[in-house]
Structure formats: C-alpha cells, structure tokens
C-alpha cells in the first residue's frame, strides 16, 4: 500500500513511497498541499494494484501518470541485455544469448524503430520457437525457451518495460523417439576411418584431440598454444563449459601434430591460439559451423551419417530432421568408454575427463601425473 511522507528538514514537498517486486520506490509528489498530493497518492496506488494485477497497460498507465510508459525497441533490449551478459556471464552462455538474439532479429526483422518489447505477444514466441523446432532437437528448442524467459523476465524486472512475461504458459518440447537415444562412443574402426577422412590439418587436429583429450569442441577450436607444454608433454587448460582447470598428458600421435603446428605458427605467444582463423569464427558464431562441417566432411564420408537434404521453405513438423547419433561428442565418449576399458580406476578416467560427479571424492582425490602420463599411453594409435 503506498504511503505519503516528507523528508524531515529538507523540504516542505509531498513524497509518495510504495514497495513493487521486494522494492522499495520513493517519488516526488511535486505539491506542498497535502490534498494534491493525496491525487497522486491515489493514482500510484491505482498503478501498483494494476501492476499487481497484471493489468497496467501502456494506454492506463498514461491515462493515471499523464506521461508515456516506459518504452524500448526489440533491436535495443536485446543489445542491452547481451552488454549485460559480456560483462557478467560465461563465455557458454554469451554464445547462447548472441545466437537467440541474431535469431529474435531475424525472425521479427528488428531494427531501431521496431518492433518494440512489449509489441511482441506470446503467440509470436510460439511461432519462432515452432519453426527453431522444426530444424533442430527439442533440447536446443527448450534451450532456447529458457533463454527467451530469462530476456523478458530482464525487460519485466528492472527495466520495466513490459508488464508480462510473453514465455509465461509456452509449454517444452517433448524429445522424440530417436532423439531420446543416447549418444554413443565412436569404435575402433570408426576412429580410424574419421582420420583418414579428415581434409586438413585442422581437422586431423580435432580428431586426434576430440580422442586422445577428450575435450569439448570449443576448447580444442580456441586452444592457446601456451596450454600445450610440448617438452613436458601435457596440455594444462581451463575449460569453457564448467571452468574445471585440466592436466592432460599429450598421447604421442598429438604431439606429433601439435609439434608441426608450433613451428608453422613461429613468433605467435603463448597466448594465441593454434588456430587463429577457426578460434576466431569459434568466438563470434560459437559451434553451429563446425558442428555442420564435422557432419558433412566427417561423419557422412565416414558413412557415420547421411547427407543432409539442402533446406527449403515450408518445413512441416513431419519433415524435421532426425538427430544422428553420432556428432563431435563422441570423441568424448570414446575416450572415456576406451581408458575405463583398458582397465583405469574410475579416479584417473575422472580426473582426465574433468567429471565432477562425486563432489567429496574429488576433495580428497589427486591423482599423479604419472599415473595420468601411462593412462594416456596406452591409448591406441589411430593413425596407423
């Protein structure tokens, strides 16, 4: 309920107080005459039960304030809120806020004049996350829905420039059947055969490290060449994804590439990275191209896959693509299926794969280097 009140001393004017989202609001009323100041009183009290309520619209709040309610392009937010997200969140999820928002651009057309925020309905986020749906999984969909909350929750509280949330009541994506099966480690054969399909150097790169490290892609495309201590033999790296810090022994084949790679990169310092063209795609669009060229160059020549139909306008929910069950990720996969099958403790697999899954073990757990270094040497070449 708001209150009116003067500050002891500092002025002879009426000040309207009230409290909104655990907040508390002190204004002006701009009169010395108390009844005035009542009128004001009533009309704020007017826009927090609307507010509470759900029901303060631009056309009321300008009707009680005679003043335009607060005001914000689409264009606008969306760069104000991943300003925000650089400063405050992890590189994984400013990757993810600068996708959704290229999308949210795209799809409304957004510019400097519009449309504004609280133009958008919730009939609109259902179409744009329907035709996200009908190209990718219902996790990357859901993803999306989550993110899209957290942008219109921000335009609601603080900026007010929305009174609902539009994400509010947009059910989740339910998985299909072939979405819902488990992603697979590559075999053998598999691993040889990715190697030999590999174009470039770059690739032959990813392959051996996506095996031999069990790292994410991101963290081999944006690798620093001053992570890998080609004398010692390791790779020390923090990873994007959970900020775990890793040491990762070299298995003989990397090192050979990575070996090749430092002299072709002579004068680079530590802290560039082995592949600056690929690194810097990789920090501007985030995963999305080389996950499309690991399927097309890789995993289809391998006949891991088949090739993708080129898209076309019109897409009905019955043709979404069906989700392979192989993709970049099972390098991970194998890596850790392959340790755990020659034998290594589960302590050693976790402390190379970076999993954190037993909080307590991990305090009191430290494993060797050594023990690390004749884990990773029995990992079989690939290359022969």
Same mark, same amino acid.
């Given at each position: 309920?708001?209150?009116?009140?003067?500050?002891?001393?500092?002025?002879?004017?009426?000040?309207?107080?009230?409290?909104?989202?655990?907040?508390?609001?002190?204004?002006?009323?701009g009169h010395v005459d108390r009844k005035l100041a009542e009128q004001e009183l009533h009309r704020v009290n007017a826009m927090v039960s609307a507010h509470k309520a759900n029901a303060l619209t631009r056309d009321l709040f300008q009707h009680l304030t005679g003043k335009a309610s607060p005001s914000m392009t689409l264009r606008a937010a969306l760069d104000d809120w991943l300003r925000e997200a650089k400063g405050a969140a992890g590189e994984r999820t400013v990757e993810k806020y600068t996708g959704l928002s290229s999308d949210l651009v795209s799809f409304f057309k957004a510019?400097?004049?519009?449309?504004?925020?609280?133009?958008?309905?919730?009939?609109?986020?259902?179409?744009?996350?329907?035709?996200?749906?009908?190209?990718?999984?219902?996790?990357?969909?859901?993803?999306?829905?989550?993110?899209?909350?957290?942008?219109?929750?921000?335009?609601?509280?603080?900026?007010?420039?929305?009174?609902?949330?539009?994400?509010?009541?947009?059910?989740?994506?339910?998985?299909?059947?072939?979405?819902?099966?488990?992603?697979?480690?590559?075999?053998m054969a598999e691993l040889c055969e990715l190697y030999r399909q590999a174009p470039d150097d770059f690739w032959r790169y990813m392959v051996l490290g996506g095996f031999f490290t069990g790292l994410r892609m991101g963290d081999l495309v944006t690798m620093p060449i001053g992570a890998a201590d080609l004398t010692a033999g390791t790779i020390h790296i923090k990873t994007r994804k959970t900020g775990a810090t890793l040491q990762i022994p070299i298995a003989p084949p990397l090192h050979e590439l990575l070996s090749k790679r430092r002299l072709?990169?002579?004068?680079?310092?530590?802290?560039?990275?082995?592949?600056?063209? %690929?690194?810097?795609?990789?920090? $501007?669009?985030?995963? #999305?191209?080389? /996950?499309?060229?690991?399927? &097309? +160059?890789?995993?289809?020549?391998?006949?891991?896959?088949?090739?993708?139909?080129?898209?076309?306008?019109?897409?009905?929910?019955?043709?979404?693509?069906?989700?392979?069950?192989?993709?970049?990720?099972?390098?991970?996969?194998?890596?850790?299926?392959?340790?755990?099958?020659?034998? %290594?403790?589960?302590?050693?697999? $976790?402390?190379?794969? #970076?999993?954190? /899954?037993?909080?307590?073990? &991990? +305090?009191?757990?430290?494993?060797?280097?050594?023990?690390?270094?004749?884990?990773?040497?029995?990992?079989?070449?690939i290359t022969k």
């Open positions: 309920m708001p209150w009116l009140f003067k500050f002891k001393k500092k002025s002879a004017v009426w000040w309207v107080g009230y409290r909104l989202h655990g907040r508390q609001f002190l204004r002006s009323t510019n400097d004049r519009g449309p504004m925020v609280d133009e958008i309905t919730r009939e609109d986020l259902q179409r744009y996350l329907s035709e996200r749906r009908s190209e990718v999984s219902a996790s990357t969909a859901n993803m999306a829905r989550k993110c899209l909350a957290i942008f219109f929750k921000r335009c609601k509280v603080p900026l007010g420039v929305i009174q609902n949330n539009p994400v509010e009541g947009i059910p989740l994506f339910k998985e299909s059947r072939d979405e819902k099966r488990a992603r697979r480690p590559f075999t072709e990169r002579n004068g680079a310092s530590p802290g560039e990275p082995f592949w600056p063209e %690929q690194a810097a795609r990789y920090e $501007k669009s985030g995963s #999305g191209w080389f /996950s499309q060229r690991f399927y &097309d +160059l890789l995993l289809t020549k391998a006949g891991l896959a088949k090739v993708r139909p080129h898209r076309s306008g019109g897409k009905s929910r019955a043709d979404r693509r069906n989700v392979n069950e192989t993709s970049f990720h099972c390098f991970r996969h194998a890596y850790v299926s392959t340790l755990a099958a020659l034998g %290594q403790n589960q302590q050693i697999v $976790k402390a190379l794969a #970076g999993h954190s /899954s037993d909080e307590v073990n &991990d +305090l009191y757990t430290k494993v060797p280097l050594d023990a690390l270094k004749r884990a990773v040497a029995l990992l079989p070449d």
